[in-house]
């Protein structure tokens, strides 16, 4: 059942990679809103047909519909904005490169605001290294360089900040409720959905039909695999190779936007993009390493505690 597993962690990462590309085509066609709506309209069917196999939603659910709100808003209509945004101002390679900058978000938020996650040497290098990766990106002290765009990449970290607090607000609030990942991703994209077609202003959407390349990249690639089929695939992953191997799966997209950005579209690659993203992926891989140590640390001295705590003590 495991090879099963990793077919479905590689397929993900490599559908997570192309979505850059299928952005920054749509968005020489309509807007970063009509983007995103199209994205989570074509998204939500396989979801919500999983979702109705399975059995997995309840009317007892509604009660908790604020807080489906407020995942909609940060893991979705935002976060697919400052991603349409970004891809749309940066060379598609920069774009999935910065998108490996994730988890140090993630972190981030975790630390600031759920105050559950240890700090060592080994998490301050990893996020050191991660940043150092996304200033490498950027590269404020030459802002002519071919194809960065400060405000691109201002898009690209918000969406990364914004994805971050879903995270904890789902530990936080949803962890505790015990609905089914299924469910959840249901509610989210489908109030996602009604958001964006109340917000969206429709004129001119039409022009995506212009290009069968854009028109089926955004339907398929970003819709129906981007969006529904991956996040199918994630928590099939999280069920055959455990949640720590589902969240590696951010390694692969910013090497797979890379590869598709120079051997495909003939997009500029220099030494510094290279170096950026093994900043970013090695300092990510250091953070999540670093995690893993402070914790069995922190889990040893309160053994240890209870251990001296359960020993009679003597006289």
């Known amino acids: 059942m495991k090879n099963t597993g990793y077919i479905a962690f590689a397929l993900l990462g490599l559908i997570w990679g192309t979505n850059f590309i299928f952005m920054k085509w749509a968005a020489a066609l309509i807007s970063p809103a009509q983007i995103v709506l199209l994205r989570v309209l074509f998204g939500f069917v396989p979801i919500l047909l999983w979702a109705l196999a ?16 407020v995942m909609a808003l940060l893991a979705t209509v935002f976060y697919y904005y400052a991603l349409a945004q970004g891809a749309g101002l940066l060379l598609s390679s920069v774009a999935g490169m910065l998108s490996g900058a994730i988890p140090l978000f993630t972190f981030l938020t ?10 060592n040497a080994r998490i301050a290098l990893g996020v050191f290294c991660g940043f150092l990766g996304v200033v490498l990106i950027a590269r404020p002290w030459q802002t002519a360089a ?12 918000l969406g990364s ?29 489908g109030l996602a959905l009604i958001i964006l077609t109340l917000l969206t202003d429709l004129q001119g959407i039409g022009r995506i039909t212009e290009d069968t390349r854009a028109l089926v990249g955004i339907s398929l690639g970003l819709g129906l695999l981007g969006t529904g089929l991956a996040y199918i695939l994630y928590y099939f ?34 030494m510094a993009d290279l170096l950026a993203v093994a900043a970013i992926l090695g300092g990510v891989y250091i953070l999540q390493t670093g995690r893993k140590q402070a914790t069995a640390a922190e ?5 240890t505690q209870r251990a001296g705590e359960s020993c009679p003590a003597r006289r």
């Open 54 to 69: 399975s059995r997995s939603l309840s009317w007892a659910h509604l009660r908790h519909a604020h807080h489906f709100l």
């Open 237 to 270: 992953i999280v069920q055959r190779l455990g949640a720590v191997a589902a969240s590696s799966t951010t390694y692969i997209p910013p090497v797979i936007a890379l590869l598709i950005g120079f051997f495909l579209v003939d997009e500029p690659l220099q």
């Open 146 to 157: 071919a194809g960065i765009n400060l405000e691109g990449v201002l898009y690209m970290l």
């Open 299 to 303: 889990q040893q001295i309160k053994s």
């Open 110 to 119: 975790a630390w600031l605001f759920l105050r559950q996650e240890p700090v």
């Open 161 to 189: 900040l914004s994805v971050g607090c879903s995270f904890v607000y789902a530990k936080r609030f949803l962890s505790p409720l015990n609905i089914s990942p299924v469910a959840l991703c249901t509610y989210q994209i």
